[in-house]
């Protein structure tokens, strides 16, 4: 879709609106450098922790005087350390993604897009990963408002290719990443594998998971006819159907049934599920449905 | 070890479908077969074979090579649905869903495994459809081009009755069209209906529409049945009659050996279907020869359901004491197998106002009882039973009514109809008779006198019937006194000079001839001997014993004689050809020629006739006759369709005739002495207007026993042969079309799954 991706992902009049939000992360994760952010991580900050007793080797200058005055003892005193946050953006390029109108692909890019922009402008870490079935393309940690044409140069150059394999890249990405911080997966999650063992890797490194799945409208509420050879666009699979109402409806069931178990899936495990059309406009999804869901606020 | 248990409906599901596509290619198998039979040039032998067997023919209604290509259709179109190059390739994002919704459409709803493939049965079967219907598969006979057949419908005044609902006709008409629909489009048919007289309603045709119009445009009438004239009308084209075209038309100097071949007209056999409840009589002198008559019996049969009540004569005369008392008398005939109590209402109407109603019996005493009739009980097995024919005597009854204190002149009308009689042909439960006004005829008599003639018209009784003028011969030049208005001028030897001089009246030349006859070119004959009569005509009733007459002298006529105009009656006949009395026709007016003088010129007798009854009966029926009289007591009735003659004064031109629907016509003379009218349909009275004149009436009634009587006949005689109805015939009755027709609906059956699958 050239018209679709010659466009820019995000309007400036959205970015001064996304410029107000932050990411939420629901757990205190640890950054590399100081951030906004609170850290389980004591630290030099200004807000107080706790005591310690004094051990040999320990900064002096954060030692209790008053306390050694009355109690004769020596303490530390400890302060929470505020960090950046990590925000890893898993951008699904597979084939099956070049499909709707606008494409699902697009439409993730411009979720991406805004999620990335919030992290910028609060100092938070982004990273964003694209995969298929494999992890394709990685755009480095970036960090601050002066790293968004990095962040838009990269998602503009990602293209559909290939197949995909959730569990597979969500194994990759689960090896290779060592932060903690905010998943977001962005994914039409049609995978023939199952997402299930894809979604444990996640769960296991202790991320904050924020699964997005994007169907397209012609996927939602299919509007075919006839005797059709159906080819699956990523393995070239063929399917002879003849459609007929019922055969519609067992499909829409399927997807509920599909979706609904995705749902509690996630639910079960702490990761948070949002499904959404390419028809949506994604302004309404970031501005309200991520907040909502409590991504952003 | 334990055994699955085996689950049926999942058998025939998955057997369902390979098991009619094996029956449809099985059903193809017989069309095949007939198809290489036909292409083999076995037809003819298949079709003898099949009608023997099966009572079915076929032969091919399209070339062979495009019933070949039909024949293959099934074929590729299984094999097009096996190799399924009808699907249309769509790229989608992940098959994944799709594939599992069909596995769980296959596996849990066997009506949904089965749609996927009813589109291919049904497109089999349409095609086999197709191939039987070019098959032109025909019941019952074999296809056979342009038989002809006639449908003969009777609708005479019985075929009216209700016995059948909605009635006899309709059921006819019914029954005729479904003669029409067995006939097929190659067949020619002809429809004639008949009562007293018979129409070809549509001429030979194989446009079976224009038979079935011809069919529902057939009206009821009240009319007699007669069915000579529709069996000779059926006859012409069946048996045409032997010609003389081959010697008129072989030359006369024909070399021996080198003979024209004349091939004589053969007739066409035809089938002759005739819807009639049988009631007319019998036509023994008719061959049917090429015609099969197929009888179609309609209303209900059986002596018991005939529940009709007629009256069947009704008639007046006057009294002879009192000339102004009519005397009624009325028949009833009950064709009912059991009692029947009724009552008659007499209505006298006088210039056409109700006067005074009588009923018999009178309210005050017990209604008339009419027997039942007696239907005879066949005796003997009852194979003899179906061979008798139950005539039976119908239960009868009369009335008698005095009417006193009538008018001469008046237009009397009498309606007499039965009451508390509900049957099932209401239209013969009443009858009309109008009263006869006096006339007197115009009489003049030309000759030198003749006692026993004067005699007779002298007498009291004939002075009130006819006005008489007596004319001398020596009158007849010059003056040309009769010519002033008669009915009847008799000239008693003499007559006029020229043809021109006759009289515009009938005439009586007694031993005289009219010009331009010659007394003296016929032979004179003693003692002429007669030995025939003609005891039908109407000059001629009531006489007998005529073989008694002597005379001494005749002038007899030479029937031979080239003048004599054929067919003229001889009333009185001698031998040799030769008549002494006889009616030669002249225009309009009938001369009757007595070939020998009552008196001779002497004043002698020339035969003693006179002495005889048979003489004054001889004038008075001249007097009737000739002298245009109707009966005194009351005008002729006639049947439904027949001409009724209207015999007013020798001046009147036009006349004006009204029905009793109101419809009227006006008649102009013609070259006849009398008027006359054939459109007497409707039952009831007419009204005759004379120019210059009182109004007349005349009434129509049906007064047929025949007609009355409802009871189907079982069987008739036609010729030699006796037809007896529901005799099945074998005819090929074509079932293409409505296999054509069940292809066709089959293909909406297709039109509406495939639409119910597409559009969701």
């Known amino acids: 879709m050239p018209e679709i991706q010659a466009q820019s992902l995000l309007e400036p009049q959205f970015l001064t609106r996304l410029e107000q939000l932050e990411l939420v992360s629901r757990k205190i994760f640890q950054g590399r450098m100081k951030g906004e952010r609170r850290s389980k991580k004591k630290g030099q900050s200004v807000e107080f922790a706790d005591y310690r007793n004094y051990v040999v080797g320990d900064d002096l200058r954060f030692l209790d005087w008053n306390l050694f005055a009355r109690l004769d003892r020596l303490f530390l005193r400890l302060f929470l350390e505020e960090e950046d946050l990590h925000c890893y953006i898993l951008l699904d390029n597979s084939l099956s993604m070049d499909f709707g109108k606008p494409t699902k692909l697009h439409y993730a890019k411009q979720v991406a897009a805004a999620l990335g922009f919030i992290g910028l402008v609060n100092l938070d870490r982004v990273v964003v990963e694209a995969f298929n079935d494999r992890l394709t393309q990685t755009m480095p940690p970036q960090r601050g408002r002066r790293s968004l044409w990095r962040l838009m140069d990269f998602l503009q150059k990602i293209e559909p290719a290939g197949p995909s394999d959730l569990r597979k890249s969500l194994r990759g990405f689960s090896l290779k990443c060592s932060g903690k911080g905010i998943v977001i997966l962005l994914s039409d999650l049609m995978d023939k594998g199952g997402y299930e063992e894809a979604l444990r890797y996640l769960i296991a490194r202790q991320l904050d998971i924020y699964v997005i799945q994007i169907l397209s409208q012609e996927e939602i509420e299919p509007e075919i006819a006839g005797d059709l050879q159906l080819l699956d666009i990523e393995d070239a699979d063929v399917a002879e159907i003849t459609v007929s109402g019922p055969l519609l409806k067992r499909y829409k069931q399927n997807l509920a049934a599909y979706r609904a178990a995705l749902h509690e899936f996630c639910t079960r495990r702490g990761v948070s599920y949002l499904f959404t059309s390419n028809q949506v406009p994604f302004e309404r999804l970031v501005l309200s449905y991520l907040r909502q869901k409590g991504l952003v606020r | ?760």
Not at chain 2, 193 to 205: D, G, K, L, M
Not at chain 2, 213 to 221: G, L
Not at chain 2, 485 to 506: E, G, H, M, T
Request: aromatic share 8%; proline share 7%.
């Open chain 2, 1 to 760: 070890m334990a055994t699955r248990p085996l689950n049926p409906l999942g058998t025939l599901a998955r057997v369902w479908f390979p098991l009619c596509l094996i029956g449809l290619l099985l059903l193809a198998i017989p069309s095949a077969i007939l198809l290489v039979l036909n292409l083999l040039g076995r037809e003819t032998r298949t079709n003898a074979w099949l009608e023997q067997a099966l009572g079915l023919s076929y032969h091919l209604s399209i070339p062979w090579w495009a019933a070949l290509a039909l024949f293959l259709l099934p074929f590729l179109i299984a094999l097009l649905y096996f190799l399924k190059l009808k699907r249309r390739p769509l790229q989608v994002p992940s098959t994944f869903l799709w594939r599992k919704s069909v596995e769980d459409l296959h596996v849990n709803s066997l009506f949904q495994w089965l749609r996927n493939n009813i589109l291919l049965l049904l497109q089999i079967l349409i095609v086999l459809t197709l191939i039987y219907a070019v098959l032109s598969l025909q019941s019952h006979g074999r296809a056979r081009a342009g038989r002809h057949y006639i449908l003969m419908i009777d609708n005479s005044a019985s075929m009216s009755a209700v016995d059948v609902a909605p009635s006899r006709l309709e059921q006819a008409k019914q029954e005729a069209r479904e003669e029409i629909d067995a006939h097929t489009d190659d067949d020619f048919g002809m429809v004639i209906v008949f009562s007293s007289n018979a129409e070809i309603r549509q001429s030979y045709t194989g446009d079976r529409n224009l038979l079935r119009q011809a069919v529902a445009d057939v009206e009821p009438t009240h009319r007699t049945t007669r069915i000579g004239e529709a069996l000779a009308l059926a006859d012409s084209l069946a048996n045409p009659q032997r010609s003389t075209e081959d010697v008129a038309s072989r030359p006369a100097n024909e070399e021996s050996g080198k003979e024209r071949t004349y091939v004589p007209a053969e007739g066409i056999p035809t089938e002759v279907h005739l819807f009639s409840d049988g009631r007319f009589p019998d036509v023994p002198d008719f061959s049917l020869g090429h015609l099969h008559l197929q009888f179609h019996s309609i209303g209900q049969p059986g002596p018991d359901a005939v529940g009709n009540v007629a009256l069947v004569t009704f008639n007046a005369v006057r009294d002879a004491r009192s000339p102004n008392t009519l005397q009624a008398l009325a028949t009833i005939h009950n064709y009912r197998t059991r009692k029947v109590e009724l009552r008659v209402q007499l209505d006298v109407i006088v210039n056409g106002n109700l006067e005074k109603s009588y009923d018999q019996p009178p309210d005050d005493q017990p209604p008339l009882v009419v027997s039942e009739r007696l239907v005879p009980v066949a005796e003997g097995g009852q194979d003899e039973k179906e061979e008798s024919v139950p005539q039976g005597s119908p239960g009868e009854a009369s009335v008698h009514f005095q009417i006193p204190n009538l008018d001469d002149r008046a237009d009397i009308v009498l309606h007499a109809h039965l009451l508390g009689v509900h049957d099932s042909f209401p239209q013969d439960d009443e009858a009309w008779l109008v009263a006869g006004t006096l006339r007197k005829a115009r009489v003049v008599i030309v000759g030198k006198p003749n006692k026993p003639l004067s005699d007779f018209f002298n007498q009291e009784a004939t002075q009130k019937l006819a006005l008489v003028t007596y004319l001398d011969p020596g009158d007849l030049t010059g003056k040309q006194v009769y010519r002033e208005p008669a009915d009847l001028v008799i000239f008693d030897r003499c007559s006029p000079q020229k043809a021109d001089d006759l009289p515009l009246a009938n005439t009586l030349f007694i031993d005289a001839v009219p010009p331009p006859w010659k007394k003296e070119e016929l032979p004179k004959v003693e003692n002429p001997r007669i030995l025939a009569w003609q005891a039908k005509h109407p000059l001629m009733e009531h006489l007998s014993a005529l073989q008694d007459i002597r005379v001494a002298e005749a002038h007899p006529f030479n029937m031979k004689d080239p003048r004599v105009p054929p067919r003229t009656p001889r009333l009185l006949e001698t031998d040799k050809d030769h008549a002494l009395l006889l009616a030669l026709s002249r225009q309009s007016y009938v001369d009757l020629v007595l070939a020998f003088a009552i008196i001779d010129e002497d004043g002698n007798w020339n035969t003693n006739w006179t002495q005889q009854l048979s003489f004054p009966v001889f004038l008075h029926n001249v007097l009737f006759y000739l002298g245009n009289l109707g009966d005194a007591a009351s005008e002729e009735t006639v049947q439904p369709g027949q001409l009724k003659a209207l015999r007013p004064d020798i001046d009147v031109r036009t006349l004006e005739v009204t029905d009793p629907s109101g419809k009227r016509e006006i008649l102009q003379r013609g070259t006849r002495p009398e008027f006359l009218y054939g459109k007497t349909e409707h039952l009831g009275v007419y009204q005759v207007q004379i120019e210059g004149g009182p109004p007349r009436s005349f009434a129509v009634n049906l007064l047929d026993s025949d007609e009355s009587n409802l009871e189907p006949r079982p069987q008739f005689q036609i010729g030699g042969s006796v037809i007896k109805p529901g005799q099945e015939h074998s005819q090929p009755r074509e079932l293409w079309k409505w296999v054509a027709l069940g292809a066709l609906l089959l293909v909406l059956l297709e039109w509406v799954i495939y639409n119910r699958r597409i559009f969701i």
